[in-house]
């Protein structure tokens, strides 16, 4: 089985690839990459793992570069994702990718009857958060019986492992530009049955951890683009997404927002026009090259789903947590681990035939639940489910 790797050597594409790598029944990987050099390294890195690796760079169209491949993974960005779904299209390939961040995710579904018509599946938006948490709530919807989903309460919150000083080594958990979009773009909600858009880092919450408590905020995010269309049919009403960074993370992002790096209103500077905000991404991308990342071995990031419906007329409500650390192995930090995994299992899961439908859709309506959830736990990701009915 082959399967292809899109952005496959940066921070989240390079642990599905590992993952892959050492999957039973994966014959090849194949790794492309605007940077070549790298996909190479990583490549001869994860040599040992068992499937071939193969590492392209762009130069040629994607469907050429991934011909023969059963499945593709997009870990290159959601503004590539459409791209990467029209070659697969062209190829025969199933796909899937790490995210659409809203928007990306909404025009994604104009694809479905394409895929329909190859008999082809698109899950979308299968990284950690979004993804994982999906899944976790249709965990919560099949544990609980229910006949009617009401609301989806979703948290994705760092526990920290020790303080942080301000003269530290920084560089973003994941991509800078999701990153600075999450803390200034408009968040969509999906609230009393419709979507409506909040001031981003508005609609605080405190949750309740192993380790301490942590205060999620609205930002703009996939998962109400996808789960409200999955449950249109039991009547929900209400899908909200929040996150808490770490202070490391969250208190950099604000200063940056508040002195205005994060703008998108041109300066001069010596004569030349720059936007702020492609600066600040430029730079913080140099320094997740570079490993500059806070390095906190202890943290926790904990996702919890709280999933509320009925059953048999009476209220039930579900909570899904998943406890992530760092891997053992050392060779990932937990979040990219988390977010990089969910992709191989979805990408194994439709080449091998096993997707529950074609078309597009979130992956709360692809992913067989027993077997996601099994190959996850097999990978040290275990949900804790409590139901109160």
């Not at 995210?99 to 329909?116: S, T």
């Not at 091998?352 to 990701?381: N, Q, Y």
Request: charged share 20%.
């Amino acid at each position: 089985m082959r399967i292809g790797v899109v952005g496959g050597a940066g921070a989240m594409g390079s642990v599905t690839v590992a993952d892959l790598a050492g999957s039973p029944g994966i014959t090849e990987v194949v790794i492309v990459d605007p940077d070549i050099e790298r996909a190479r390294a990583l490549a001869e890195r994860l040599d040992e793992r068992g499937a071939a690796l193969v590492a392209r760079g762009i130069d040629a169209p994607l469907a050429v570069s991934l011909a023969d491949c059963a499945a593709v993974v997009n870990a290159s960005g959601h503004a590539h994702n459409i791209a990467v779904m029209e070659a697969c299209l062209e190829m025969g390939a199933h796909y899937t990718d790490l995210g659409g961040l809203f928007h990306v995710a909404v025009r994604q579904y104009d694809w479905h009857q394409r895929f329909v018509d190859a008999g082809l599946t698109a899950t979308l938006s299968m990284g950690s958060a979004p993804g994982l948490t999906n899944l976790m709530a249709a965990r919560g919807v099949e544990l609980g019986q229910l006949d009617t989903v009401e609301s989806i309460e979703i948290a994705d919150a760092v526990v920290p492992g020790r303080q942080y000083h301000p003269s530290e080594p920084y560089g973003p958990p994941y991509a800078a530009l999701t990153l600075i979009e999450e803390y200034t773009a408009p968040a969509p909600q999906f609230v009393d049955g419709a979507i409506g858009f909040f001031p981003a880092g508005s609609g605080a919450r405190t949750y309740a951890f192993p380790g301490g408590e942590v205060e999620c905020v609205y930002t703009i995010h996939s998962e109400p683009a996808t789960l409200p269309r999955s449950y249109a049919d039991r009547g929900i009403k209400r899908v909200e997404w929040r996150l808490g960074l770490a202070p490391a993370d969250h208190v950099r992002l604000l200063s940056f927002v508040a002195s205005g790096l994060a703008s998108e209103e041109p300066v001069v500077v010596d004569g030349v026009s720059v936007r702020p905000a492609d600066v600040l991404i430029a730079v913080l991308g140099r320094q997740a090259r570079a490993d500059a990342p806070t390095p906190d071995p202890d943290a926790v990031e904990w996702f919890r789903v709280i999933t509320t419906g009925s059953r048999d007329g009476a209220q039930v409500t579900v909570t899904c947590d998943v406890k992530v650390t760092d891997p053992p192995s050392g060779e990932f930090s937990g979040g990219a681990w988390v977010t990089g995994v969910p992709p191989s299992i979805a990408a194994q899961i439709m080449a091998s035939g096993r997707a529950l439908r074609t078309g597009v859709h979130g992956p709360e309506l692809t992913m067989p639940l027993d077997l996601f959830f099994t190959e996850l736990a097999g990978r040290g990701m275990i949900p804790l489910d409590q139901i109160d009915d």
